[in-house]
């Protein structure tokens, strides 16, 4: 059996829940998470059920229990902890069963629990058949009316989204985007944060991002868009976007891209970016600056990592807390000044803290309960001896 995957995090996420839902019936919240998981997109449902097949297969590998996978596994990788026990029957035969989740947990065969979840599969299928209409056969294009969804992440949480036409929108922290599929456009409204978009060529139905009062269309392409202020920032990784600062014509507009691309003729507030190029847009704010962009540090958030390269702390400072519950706090505005470059872990402000601590002249103040607080080191000149 083969299979391509469109995405490894859908296909892995997939594994997991086929594992969960083999193991043992799934509580309420379980079940509603599921279901939420599946109506994310028809690729989800398409993985679990590739992975409960491959599950299915793999109950008549070893009928007779002949093969010891203790054994296999203490040879090896003597340091893996096994998801499944080995124990003996009175009959004396080998038997392996799921390690069990709690004491209290039921045990089962596992050819009931993997029909249980193909029963469970079946049954939220039809709630996907009314969130996705079509025909799931064919879910390349959408002929209904568009089918609008929203997502959104909280802070420090990142979610990908595979669409059904096969792009793929990733979700930084902090953002809400709605995505409209139809059959004559693919159209993202990103409410705030940041988004990558990956985008699966459909040269009939234009992939569109609206955000900030500005549009953005993909011509086969992968760029990041981020909330700035008032504006957004499109940086462009592969392939080429059209962005326009007056949306009301932006769709207009759309239909020409191609042409206007050959031949260079294109309003003065609408722009054409390569890769590696960037800019910053605004509604209705004339014509956009096109600039060269640094695309690792752009798509470094990907992998939850900072990259900054001689930025000031304030903008460090603001980027952690894009990230992070507990808020840094500069204690004193001029601190903002201080040039800084390095990769930093979003989720590792503590390591961040220890670098300023050691190349700086900033202390760090962890006594207040809500925030840390960034203040000038205090020097032999400046204490008040007790």
């Known amino acids: 059996m083969s299979k391509t995957v469109p995405n490894r995090q859908i296909a ?25 998981w599946l109506r994310g997109s028809p690729a989800h449902v398409d993985e679990l059920l590739f992975a409960a097949s491959i599950l299915g297969g793999l109950q008549g590998v070893d009928r007779d229990r002949k093969l010891s996978v203790d054994e296999y596994l203490a040879d090896a990788a003597p340091n893996t902890i096994p998801l499944f026990g080995e124990q003996k029957s009175s009959g004396g035969k080998q038997v392996v069963i799921p390690c069990p989740v709690s004491s209290s947990a039921p045990t089962r065969p596992r050819r009931w629990a993997l029909a249980a979840s193909l029963a469970l599969i079946a049954m939220v299928g039809l709630i996907l058949a009314q969130a996705w209409p079509g025909n799931f056969a064919d879910r390349g294009r959408l002929v209904s009316a568009p089918a609008s969804r929203t997502f959104a992440t909280d802070v420090g949480e990142q979610r990908s989204i595979a669409l059904a036409d096969g792009s793929v929108v990733f979700l930084n922290t902090n953002s809400r985007a709605v995505v409209r599929l139809s059959a004559s456009e693919r159209r993202i409204d990103l409410m705030k944060g940041e988004a990558l978009f990956e985008v699966a060529s459909d040269p009939s139905r234009p992939f569109r991002v609206h955000a900030a009062g500005t549009m953005t269309q993909a011509v086969g392409t992968k760029f990041n868009v981020r909330h700035i202020g008032t504006g957004i920032r499109v940086v462009v990784v592969e392939g080429k976007v059209l962005v326009d600062s007056r949306p009301s014509k932006a769709v207009e507009r759309g239909r020409t891209v191609a042409r206007n691309a ?28 096109v600039a060269e962009a640094d695309i690792v540090t752009a798509a470094s958030w990907r992998m939850r990592q900072l990259s900054f390269d001689d930025a000031g702390l304030d903008e460090i400072v603001a980027e952690f807390n894009r990230y992070n519950r507990t808020p840094i706090v500069l204690a004193d505005p001029t601190l903002g000044r201080i040039r800084l470059s390095g990769v930093f872990d979003a989720n590792d402000p503590r390591s961040f803290m220890a670098f300023i601590e050691l190349s700086t002249s900033v202390e760090v103040d962890r006594t207040e309960l809500n925030q840390i607080v960034l203040r000038p080191r205090r020097t032999a000149q400046n204490v008040v001896p007790r």
């Open 12 to 36: 892995e996420e997939a594994a997991d829940w086929t594992i969960r839902i083999d193991s043992g019936p799934l509580s309420g919240d379980e079940r509603r998470a599921l279901a939420d």
């Open 262 to 289: 050959v031949s260079g003729r294109r309003p003065t507030d609408q722009a054409l970016l390569t890769a590696g190029q960037q800019v910053e847009l605004r509604a209705n704010a004339g014509t956009p600056v």
